[in-house]
């Protein structure tokens, strides 16, 4: 901040600046108290973090594929114990 001959103007500027600083301050405490009320939001609403889910779906994908193999492999036996018609 440059300071000026005239005392009316250096008492304006420190005046802006201290007010400019209160707002932002204002700021950042609407901006942690908004994150916070929507982080309990969420977690009241029994909503999953993405990386959990991603993981789940995974788990699921694997099994799904697992369960397609197992199938095939148990009809593959089955028709070998299969009597013949």
Known sequence: ???TDNPFLDGMARIFT???GAAK???DEIDT???QRLERLVAD???VPREEF???KAMAAKARTENE??????AALEAK????A
């Open 1 to 3: 901040m440059a300071q």
């Open 18 to 20: 201290d007010a400019a």
């Open 25 to 27: 301050s204002v700021r």
């Open 33 to 35: 108290f908004v994150k």
């Open 45 to 47: 609403m029994d909503f």
């Open 54 to 56: 991603e993981a789940v």
């Open 69 to 74: 193999r197992l199938e095939a492999r148990i």
């Open 81 to 84: 114990v299969a009597p013949p």
